[in-house]
């Protein structure tokens, strides 16, 4: 008995640890997720006990012995510490989709895991390692019992049964495992696909397919500039309120052109991925519609080619991120430039520096007998926020590092305004800029984007600048009203097809009704929804859904356990801290539901209500 006991001491001081970092999780589980935890706390256990056994039975076999323990406790010691570290991060533990993110997209994995690893994360790691082995070398030496090779079989006969059980049931209560059976079990499911999931094939962008839309002749056309920023969050920007001097360049551009600069209070984004933002940024498709919509819907480019535009792209990205290159393979750019092709070093993840795509960009504008079309995506302000040394104003948390990116960014868009300015366009060009998502710093327990809709994450800027002679005075008086209503990112290809002439030219008559945006130079009701997912065709980040109206904000989280229906009052409670789904009336139900019925993507929500 005391061997049995001796035994179990380490395995029951790790079930210590994870009852800590779950004790606000347990009293929220079901009778059923409660079971499943007791049953893995069981599988873990007896891992540990077969472990220490089968190690105790080559003790003598030093090769074996620590062949053995490098190949099970290194990932057992991993499971845990990687598995905190997250939850930390993220408020979850990692899932089946956590893994599933490193076995599609392992080089922007593995470049997150360099970002935030540190020569102090290494030694750590190593130092924990060889510890752990010195340790159970000595635990095994001196406190675990010999079994005999025979008892040994039938006892990992019976583990692998009991684990393989847990793997069937892991599916319905993810996350309601103990760390490293958790882990175990997203790694085999992974590897085997034994889930629901199996057939998914969602793996990044597939080949958009250009339309065949005839040449238009225009009257007056503007330039178009397409600003896309990277993880840029609305809260953060001095524009919008903040206290720090993040925008001060933003600021004095938006007070110099007054009459032809908008601001938009409420934007939302539909997705807080850039594999479905930017997208729908482009065609205006939402996430929540078919994917063959999106991928015969014409991209905003064809708008300034349909007019004999000169078109060109560019890209802090690489577009071999979630199969961009996929999606842009057919569109015929006049330039292209991204860090594929710029020979440049990796920034901020999988990106260059901005300042070398804002260089492109001045070499792109001109005075010429074609006006152009541009679109230019940054990545400052994707995680984890480098900026050169000079700008490292604020360092005291991830907000002040997030701040230092924003300020950043700023400096290089006023280098963009000064040749816009001496080459003499600014009169003859429209500027759009749009974020493809937000970002969480800490809040709601989460450091990033695509595991939460907060309004941390979908909340976003929104710019307008369109000089007068462009624009009618209706359209003026509807931009002016429209400042204050819901907005979105996927507004923005019907802005631009209205700004162009096209909204009412014939060739444009279908591919219209698959907007689910509206454009800003017309009313757009006071009633609207704005629909945020990050789970269809596509991708499934299993975040679940988001429907925000103007004033309250609906939240079905599925990548938690268990799920949880959350209704926010965001204008007055901005910081979405106060869940008031008791209160939610049968009305907002209902406007939730007539918001998503329609679209076959949104299905597994409707039961929800039901």
Not at 20 to 39: D, G, I, K, V
Not at 87 to 104: D, E, M, R
Not at 355 to 362: G, V
Not at 545 to 566: C, D, G, Y
Request: proline share 4%.
């Amino acid at each position: 008995m005391k061997a049995i006991l001796k035994l179990c001491i380490i395995p029951f001081i790790f079930v210590g640890i994870d009852l800590y970092f779950r004790s606000e999780l347990l009293p929220l589980y079901s009778n059923n997720q409660l079971s499943f935890y007791l049953y893995s706390i069981l599988v873990s256990v007896g891992f540990f006990v077969l472990l220490s056994l089968i190690l105790k039975y080559v003790e003598r076999r030093k090769v074996l012995f620590f062949s053995i323990a490098l190949l099970l406790l290194i990932p057992l010691f991993f499971s845990y510490i990687g598995s905190y570290a997250f939850f930390s991060l993220n408020g979850i533990f990692p899932n089946y989709y956590t893994l599933l993110y490193f076995k599609t997209e392992p080089k922007s994995a593995m470049m997150i895991i360099h970002d935030v690893s540190g020569w102090k994360e290494l030694v750590f790691f190593f130092l924990g390692s060889l510890s752990m082995l010195v340790f159970i070398r000595w635990f095994v030496k001196n406190h675990v019992p010999t079994l005999s090779g025979k008892y040994l079989i039938y006892f990992s006969i019976v583990q692998i049964l009991l684990f393989e059980f847990l793997i069937f049931k892991h599916q319905h209560y993810d996350q309601c495992a103990i760390v490293d059976a958790n882990f175990a079990a997203c790694v085999q499911r992974n590897a085997f696909s034994w889930d629901e999931h199996m057939n998914f094939k969602g793996k990044g962008l597939s080949v958009h397919e250009p339309a065949s839309l005839p040449k238009v002749d225009g009257t007056l056309k503007p330039n178009v500039l397409v600003i896309v920023f990277e993880s840029f969050r609305k809260r953060s920007l001095q524009l919008y309120g903040h206290k720090r001097e993040t925008t001060p360049n933003l600021v004095a551009f938006s007070k110099k052109y007054k009459n032809a600069f908008y601001q938009f209070d409420q934007p939302l984004s539909i997705a807080s991925t850039t594999m479905l933002a930017v997208p729908a940024i482009m065609t205006g498709i939402g996430p929540y519609q078919d994917s063959n919509v999106l991928y015969h819907q014409p991209m905003i480019f064809e708008m300034g080619q349909q007019q004999n535009y000169r078109t060109f792209f560019l890209s802090s990205h690489t577009l071999k991120w979630y199969r961009f290159d996929q999606f842009y393979k057919k569109a015929k750019l006049d330039y292209v430039w991204n860090k594929d092709v710029s020979g440049l070093p990796y920034f901020n993840d999988l990106g260059i520096m901005d300042e070398k795509t804002i260089h492109q960009a001045k070499t792109q504008l001109y005075n010429g007998r074609n006006p152009f079309f541009g679109v230019i995506q940054l990545n400052t302000t994707h995680f984890p926020f480098h900026v050169p040394k000079k700008y490292e104003k604020w360092n005291e948390s991830f907000s002040a590092t997030y701040d230092n990116a924003v300020r950043y960014q700023d400096e290089l868009l006023a280098g963009l305004f000064k040749e816009l300015k001496e080459k003499k366009l600014l009169e003859n060009t429209a500027i759009f800029f749009v974020s493809d998502h937000g970002e969480s710093l800490m809040e709601h327990r989460n450091l990033g984007h695509a595991e939460t809709n907060y309004t941390e994450t979908i909340s976003i800027p929104l710019f307008a600048y369109i000089p007068e002679k462009f624009l009618t005075k209706q359209q003026k008086k509807e931009l002016k009203l429209n400042r204050k209503c819901l907005t979105s990112n996927i507004d923005i290809a019907p802005t631009i097809l209205e700004l162009l002439h096209l909204d009412k030219h014939p060739s444009w008559n279908n591919w219209k009704k698959n907007f689910t945006g509206y454009s800003l130079l017309s009313r757009i009701p006071r009633s609207r929804k704005v629909i945020s997912l990050n789970n269809n065709q596509i991708t499934n980040f299993n975040t679940g859904l988001s429907v925000a109206s103007m004033h309250w904000h609906f939240l079905f989280r599925t990548n938690i356990v268990p799920n949880r229906q959350e209704f926010y009052w965001w204008r007055k409670d901005i910081g979405e801290l106060h869940n008031k789904r008791k209160f939610m009336t049968k009305t907002h139900k209902q406007e939730v539901l007539n918001c998503i019925k329609s679209y076959p993507v949104c299905e597994r929500f409707l039961k929800v209500f039901n």
